[in-house]
């Protein structure tokens, strides 16, 4: 003759009883519990009620037979969590995120969690430790929208970021937090991203091409740094709004640009970040239409999207020997040029000595030619093997943790395995330069030269002591700098008072005179680069725990060619080597076909090198020392984890006129001011103490964009003659409002 009230305003019972949902109900069911409690039924009567309705049955409260049980979602919780709920977790949060649908958290989870960590285990385990982003996000899809405000508590941030630290920076995690807090729909939130991180890809490719003027992009709606930071977030094409429309339309225009001979087939690359079969259908109908756009990097960029249709694509480009003719490099070719026309060369040879073929000596050799009388313009330029050390030294200028590695024969021909590999790492930024190594390519001549920016003969004979000393002004302690000779050597190879890593890897030059043929080569290079990523991650995290911002730059000495000739030219010029003659002084007439090339300065000793694909001694396929594009060219590769570390200009200041005079009491300086490969906006130029003026705001300007501009300024304290002018230059970013300061100086005349 029982009567069980269930009061429940959150929906939680389920079991059977006798609903009320309206206040007419009230007054038939008081009578029904009447007659309830006067039979002797051996049954109960449940009646499931909510608050506000069980007002209406109060006066049945502390009768005989009555019972009232109330259930609120923080109780219930609590058998799940094996704890009471925080405060911060009100019943109806609980009720939003279902999480009295879930299963009890696990004992494990129950002894060593907080109160968030245990809220997260509930909701999915994934969200505690996440083995890789894809398995994160796919989670977050799924979710309530509820989360988001759960996103909002710092208690929920702090476990999540210790989640997520060690796949990405938690700067990174913050902003992903806080953007995903604000929303009504994780995965319409998580689409948006995904599609913004692809567009960003486009701005970047558009901003480093001048020449694509009519490409407008929906603004920005998201932090570009969460944007260039966040690892990549899978989309599928028919949820991708209009970026897969956009993206063709970019081929489609590069495509066009590589035609004119504008922009290097290379770019295409950048762009393939998605395996949607509407892009890759257009993508293979311009490659049918247009054999120049195939390269090496198109294909690794295909095979890193591990999609079978993209796998396919990127086999065609690869093996079609057809693809991508190469010609003749001009005689009148810039530095830049000849660096366009060699990323084009590298694939053609890669793909001929595959085919256990050798590049057209016509070809091979008008790169030869080139070389022997640009080396005044090569030295000028930002290609010249001197700056691996300028580069170099300039993050350790900047209190980076440096590690190099010179790779021994790790020509540029062969550095895409490298990059792949280092491509499949989550938030690792990749910036890959060609430079032109010391001549001749041998490794005693190339080596050390490479690293310290000096010719081998100015350097003294023991490594450490060269490394000491040219980065003398940078190692301040014993232990700044360590060096490692091998692949043992590398354990524990960073610690606190580390700045500069020097590894020297030798595998590849040590092995490839024994190889049988340039497959092999590239088999044995395969297992060097999946080794040496592996320990670039380990570095990484080393750096982290070290709290240090790491940085590693890869280079090589010299490369690797094939010459599929036995017998070498005969000459009794000097001592032999497989493609150089060492001469004590340089021949009266140097004979045809060969180079000289001083083995110091204004010295008469030096190499003799011939121009063409020959040997002048041994007889295994492989081998260096030459002319040609495969020898000289050789990698730098600059590896950093989230943003890409930039060591270019942003932005110039130039005196047109050094002679400044005075107009209305004020000193008048004709300035050009230029920009790079970065738009920017909110200029303003300001002469610093002991002059004052400033100029500004000056922009927007485009990227590569020459403004002439007049500062006018003034001084307390007299001045004349030629004079250092200090001025301090600020501006912003177009793209994303970030302000940068530029310290620099003037030279500049007075007269009055």
Excluded at 36 to 45: C, D, G, M, P
Excluded at 380 to 391: G, T
Aim: aromatic residues 6%.
């Amino acid at each position: 003759m029982s009567v069980l009230f269930i009061v429940d305003s959150f929906g939680i019972y389920e079991e059977e009883a006798l609903r009320v949902t309206h206040p007419k109900q009230v007054a038939s069911i008081r009578a029904r519990i009447h007659q309830h409690l006067l039979k002797s039924s051996a049954t109960s009567f449940r009646i499931h009620v909510s608050q506000a309705l069980f007002r209406r049955f109060k006066s049945f409260e502390g009768m005989q037979g009555v019972q009232v049980r109330y259930l609120y979602p923080a109780s219930q919780l609590a058998n799940r969590l094996g704890e009471r709920p925080q405060t911060w977790l009100t019943n109806d949060l609980i009720m939003s995120l279902h999480l009295l649908k879930c299963p009890p958290l696990p004992d494990n989870l129950r002894e060593i969690e907080n109160s968030a960590g245990k809220v997260l285990g509930l909701l999915h385990p994934v969200l505690l430790q996440p083995e890789n982003l894809s398995a994160f996000y796919e989670v977050l899809r799924e979710l309530p929208p509820a989360f988001a405000t759960l996103l909002r508590l710092e208690t929920i941030q702090a476990r999540l970021i210790q989640s997520l630290q060690k796949l990405i920076e938690p700067d990174c995690i913050q902003l992903l937090i806080q953007t995903l807090s604000k929303t009504n729909s994780l995965a319409t939130t998580l689409d948006a991203l995904a599609c913004e991180q692809i567009r960003e890809t486009l701005r970047s490719v558009v901003q480093e091409h001048p020449t694509i003027l009519e490409f407008p992009l929906a603004a920005r709606q998201f932090d570009k740094q969460l944007l260039t930071s966040l690892p990549t977030i899978e989309i599928a094409e028919p949820n991708a709004q209009d970026v897969p429309t956009q993206l063709i339309q970019l081929l489609e225009i590069l495509n066009r640009q590589v035609i004119a001979n504008s922009c290097s087939e290379h770019v295409l690359a950048k762009l393939i970040v998605v395996a949607w079969p509407t892009v890759l259908a257009r993508l293979t109908e311009l490659l049918a239409e247009n054999p120049k756009l195939a390269s090496q990097a198109l294909a690794d960029a295909l095979y890193a999207l591990a999609d079978t249709q993209a796998t396919v694509l990127a086999k065609q480009v690869e093996e079609n020997a057809h693809l991508a003719p190469c010609e003749a490099l001009s005689e009148t070719a810039t530095v830049e040029e000849a660096l366009l026309w060699s990323w084009q060369y590298l694939d053609c040879a890669r793909r001929e000595f595959l085919r256990q073929q050798e590049p057209s000596e016509l070809i091979s050799s008008s790169f030869s030619h080139w070389l022997t009388t640009q080396q005044a313009r090569i030295m000028r330029s930002d290609a010249d093997w001197r700056r691996v050390s300028a580069v170099t030294a300039q993050h350790l200028a900047a209190n980076r943790l440096v590690v190099l590695c010179m790779i021994d024969a790790l020509g540029a021909l062969n550095t895409d395995l490298v990059c792949a590999k280092l491509k499949q790492c989550e938030n690792v930024c990749i910036d890959e330069q060609l430079l032109f190594s010391p001549i001749p390519t041998l490794t005693e001549v190339a080596k050390m030269a490479v690293i310290t920016g000096k010719n081998v003969a100015e350097l003294p004979s023991n490594t450490e002591t060269a490394l000491r000393q040219h980065y003398a002004n940078y190692l301040d302690t014993p232990n700044a700098l360590k060096i490692a000779k091998s692949w043992v050597e590398l354990k524990d190879s960073l610690d606190t008072d580390t700045k500069l890593l020097v590894y020297f890897e030798n595998r590849i030059d040590e092995r490839l005179h024994a190889c049988t043929s340039f497959k092999k080569h590239r088999q044995d290079i395969k297992t060097i680069a999946k080794q040496l990523v592996n320990q670039i991650k380990d570095w990484m995290i080393d750096a982290a725990q070290l709290h240090r911002e790491l940085v590693v730059l890869i280079t090589a000495d010299h490369g690797v060619t094939s010459i599929a000739q036995r017998q070498a030219i005969a000459t009794d010029l000097g001592e032999i080597g497989e493609r150089t003659v060492k001469v004590k002084r340089k021949p009266y007439e140097i004979p045809d076909k060969f180079a000289f090339f001083p083995q110091v300065k204004d010295a008469s000793s030096g190499y003799l090198v011939p121009k063409e694909r020959v040997r002048t001694g041994g007889n295994t396929p492989l081998t260096h020392g030459g002319l040609s594009p495969e020898e000289v060219l050789i990698p730098f590769i600059t590896v950093t984890k989230g943003v890409p570390l930039s060591t270019e200009k942003i932005i110039e200041l130039k005196v047109e006129n050094s002679y400044c005079p005075i107009v209305n009491g004020r000193w008048q300086a004709n300035l050009m001011l230029i920009t790079h490969a970065v738009p920017l906006t909110k200029i303003k130029i300001t002469a610093k103490s002991p002059f004052t003026g400033e100029e500004g705001p000056i922009g927007p300007l485009r990227v590569y964009e020459t403004k002439p501009l007049r500062l006018s300024f003034t001084s307390a304290i007299e001045q004349s003659g030629q004079v250092q002018v200090p001025v301090f230059i600020r501006y912003c970013r177009a793209d994303t409002q970030t302000a940068e300061n530029l310290d620099i100086e003037l030279t500049l005349h007075f007269y009055r």
